[in-house]
């Protein structure tokens, strides 16, 4: 027993002897890595870097309703030299220099050329005196062209001699930006919205604003290891990037109206122009113009005028009135009204009409007050009707839903502004005032809503500018039509005001908005601007002239607002917004427009259709199919077609044989796109294309020397 005890004594003893040793050993190791070898492990935790590192999704698309592109993020970049090596041993340093001196001067003459191949706009002597430059300061950052640059000019560079080299060996590298880019330019630029300078700090209005949450995606988080000089990026969290939105505008359709609009302003030496075109039945946004014009006489999209700016509506306004009246029973569309010489007193105010100098219009019906927009006819009825209990009228009109704001999906919008018999400033000539669209302030977008709501068959829905969001190509959220007002009046309301809009058009001061091809209703407006407390009349006169309708009366598929400001007189909103309008429409239904194309061709004849000039191999093929009669001019028959010509005789197609010679640039004129790019690269040229369909003009003359690498401009129309 004793002798277990003291052999477990002994074992004890060892162990704490042992743990002793081993604790003795820690403390020196620790004090000798602390100490001895400190800098040796500096070193090594210089070589390995944890970090996190934020990855920027790529923002997405901004899509029209027909799937093109109306914004989108590319890649820009700025591409700088460095001359001076990395390395820290003044040894290797020097080696690597003496490395990298020659290598460039070896390649100078080369890197040179190709750099004003790339950048025709400076000389292959200029990029010579500038690097040598750079060289000769030793800089790390030296910028070898001045401006930025886009993807496809960077990977061109990066084939050059040194420059396609890593950034250790050769020394080039660059800064990337992502642009925003609009490929129409300015249609629609102030709805789709813009980014600030540094994209990372969002939007700053339009659907960009809106949708920004959605557009700029997720960031990402990567860490870096460095691991001999050479960093790995490890994702930790992979970025998202943004989903493409799908707007309701149609380019087609924004072109149109932002080419009637800017030519009337210019020639009325206008100051803002509006025009909004919508879809009846879902009430999608098919394009908005808001233009400004700038200091240099020129028109911009600068503001959003369209959904902003509140202003005294004028004669549009007088519809909304008249329904009222309509609605409660008041009048009928043959109501009469003595509106004498053209102005009438107005609790000592004059009412007059715009005629009132040519003896005013008389006795004349509701159809007709509307059809000349009598200023004196509108507010007698609405006076009579509506003095002892002008609330009544007020909430006709918020009955309409003209009182609500639309809530749209971009932000901005003015709030809308009717005044009601409670308020401080309602006076006896309030009403008559207001019922001709004075003392009243609506945007344009929720006129044009409301005569949408008439259009509609009374049912008022929101106004849409983004109709889906998709991810990957996916649909991932669609956004369906919103009703405001299911029913703004009743039916027969709507039935006599659809019918009181066409006549206005037809017979009435909106002539201009009409069309002989289809039927267009509508309403003109002229009204002059308020400066505020200066009121109407100091200064020169600002006037607003405006047209709201829709078309084809019969079975309305768009509606539209036209409104314009402008200095001074004439002013008509009829001959002026009206005809703008009517520029719209025609061209709108014209695009819509499909024909029956059987009826057009004698059922005894063959057509012989239009052959392009190119590769006719496969144009033989569907000639043979459609049973066209063809001659073939060749020198071997038995081989297949390569490339030739195509001509049209009386009554058949004449395919001629055409090889192109080494060395000479081939004539493509009468080709399409497809087959012009290929002859021409493997001529060994390098083509840029400008327009849709067959080549029309080429920029290298057909029969002269190739130059390897030379770019040719196609023309196509």
Known sequence: MAVN????????????????????????????????????????????????????????????????????????????????????????????????????????????????????????????????????????????YPGRISYIQYKEVKKLPVFRQSIYSG?????????????????????????????????????????????????GITHRQKVMDRYLDIVD???????????????GMQDICEKALRDELERINAFVGVAVLMEVATGEVKAIVNLTKASDGQYYEMNSNAISDLLEPGSTFKTASIMVALE??????????????????????????????????????????????SNVGVSYLIDKYYRDDPQKFVDG???????????????????????????????????????????????????????????????MVRPKFVKALLKDGEVVKEYPTEIIN??????????????????????????????????????????????????YKSGRVNYLVSFCGYFPSEAPRYSCIVSIQKPGLPASGGLMAGSVFG?????????????????????TSCPLPNVKQGELQEALAVLDELNIPVEEERTDNNQPWAWGTAQPDSSEIRLQEHESKAGLVPNVIGMGAKDAVYLLES????????????????SLQAGSHVQKGQTIALTLK
């Not at 050993?25 to 492990?41: G, L, P, S």
């Not at 066409?502 to 209703?521: D, E, H, I, M």
Request: glycine share 8%; charged share 25%.
């Open 583 to 603: 520029k719209i429409a025609e061209r709108v239904f014209a695009q819509d427009l499909r024909f029956d194309l059987s009826a057009a061709v004698d059922s």
């Open 171 to 219: 020394g080039f590298h660059a800064q990337i930006y992502n642009q925003r880019k609009k490929p129409f330019g300015s249609l629609a630029s102030q709805t789709l919205g813009r980014l600030y300078a540094d994209t990372a700090m969002g939007a700053r209005n339009g659907i960009e604003l809106a949708f920004d949450s959605v557009l700029r995606g997720r960031n």
């Open 5 to 144: 005890r003291k052999s477990i004594i002994n074992r004890y003893f060892f162990i704490v002897v042992i743990m002793l040793l081993l604790g003795v050993f820690i403390i020196v190791k620790a004090a000798i890595i602390m100490y001895a070898e400190r800098e040796y492990w500096h070193e090594v935790a210089k070589r390995f870097v944890r970090e996190n590192v934020t990855i920027r999704p790529n923002r997405g698309n901004i899509l029209s309703a027909d799937g093109k592109l109306m914004a989108s993020s590319l890649p820009e970049y700025r591409i700088y030299m460095d001359f001076i090596s990395g390395e820290k041993d003044p040894e290797r340093r020097a080696k690597d220099q003496r490395r990298r001196d020659t290598a460039l001067k070896d390649s100078l003459d080369s890197i040179c050329t190709g750099l004003h191949r790339i950048f025709p706009d400076k000389s292959t002597a200029y990029f010579k005196r500038h690097l040598q430059q750079g060289r000769k300061k030793k800089s790390r950052h030296w910028l070898i």
């Open 237 to 251: 969290i992979p970025a998202q990037d943004g989903c493409d939105v799908v707007s309701t505008i149609d380019v």
């Open 486 to 535: 299911p029913k703004i009046c009743s039916d027969s309301t709507l039935t006599k005001i659809r019918t009181i809009l066409r006549s206005v058009v037809k017979n009435g001061l909106a002539k201009p908005a009409g069309n002989n091809q289809f039927s267009v209703s509508g309403k003109t407006g002229t009204a002059q601007i308020s400066k505020g407390k200066e009121g």
């Open 397 to 459: 009109l918020k009955r309409m839903s003209l009182d609500q704001p639309l809530h749209l999906q971009i932000k901005g919008e003015g709030k809308p502004y009717l005044k009601g018999p409670d308020e401080r400033y309602f006076a006896k000539t309030t009403l008559p005032w207001m019922s001709i669209g004075y003392e009243t302030q609506l945007p344009p977008m929720n006129i044009l809503t409301f005569y949408n709501a008439i259009a509609n068959n009374g049912v």
């Open 328 to 373: 409660d029973g008041k009048i009928t569309p043959h109501t009469l009204v003595d509106t004498g010489n053209g102005v009438m007193n107005m609790y000592g105010s004059k009412m007059r009409d715009h005629n009132w100098h040519r003896g005013g219009y008389g006795q004349i019906d509701v159809t007709r007050i509307l059809e000349v927009s």
């Open 683 to 698: 001529h060994g040229l390098r083509v840029r294309l400008n327009g849709i369909g067959r080549v029309r003009r080429q």
